[in-house]
């Protein structure tokens, strides 16, 4: 139907740290434990991708693509069954650091609506905001 399609989820964020530094930041998995939570080593496009929050809670997706500096795509279905979605990472140079735009479409696809977006949208938010508060803290570390 016209008009039914549920737009993608985009949130984004200026981080101080460098490309580099923020790709690690959202693959390796010690780094990823700190600001989100407990995630599998980003291998190659098409190996799986676990992300277990803990309780029972765990999602499970298959990495789509991986440039390092660049883009992390995954798709992203919890492991009860759920519907599957994508989940998109990009990183671009900023001003004093990283640009990073965070994108979680396929919802549409997945049968799913604007209000399952959202609900998503709201811890979304919240992670962002821990990573970039990691970054920070990191530099602040460092002595930057």
Not at 83 to 102: F, I, K, M, Q, S
Not at 121 to 143: H, I, K, P, R
Request: aromatic share 10%.
């Amino acid at each position: 139907m016209p008009g039914s399609r549920v737009r993608p989820m985009v949130i984004r964020a200026e981080l101080a740290t460098d490309r580099g530094a923020t790709w690690r930041a959202l693959t390796e998995p010690d780094q990823v434990a700190r600001w989100f939570t407990r995630a599998t080593p980003v291998g190659a496009v098409g190996d799986a991708y676990v992300l277990d929050f803990g309780g029972g809670d765990v999602m499970r997706g298959e990495l789509l693509e991986v440039v390092p500096g660049g883009r992390l795509a995954y798709t992203w279905a919890w492991d009860d069954g759920g519907p599957r979605t994508r989940v998109c990472w990009d990183l671009a140079d900023g001003e004093d650091g990283t640009h990073v735009t965070l994108t979680h479409d396929g919802w549409s696809e997945a049968g799913l609506a604007a209000k399952d977006r959202d609900e998503h949208a709201a811890y979304w938010e919240g992670y962002v905001a821990a990573l970039v508060e990691m970054t920070d803290e990191d530099l602040a570390g460092e002595g930057a």
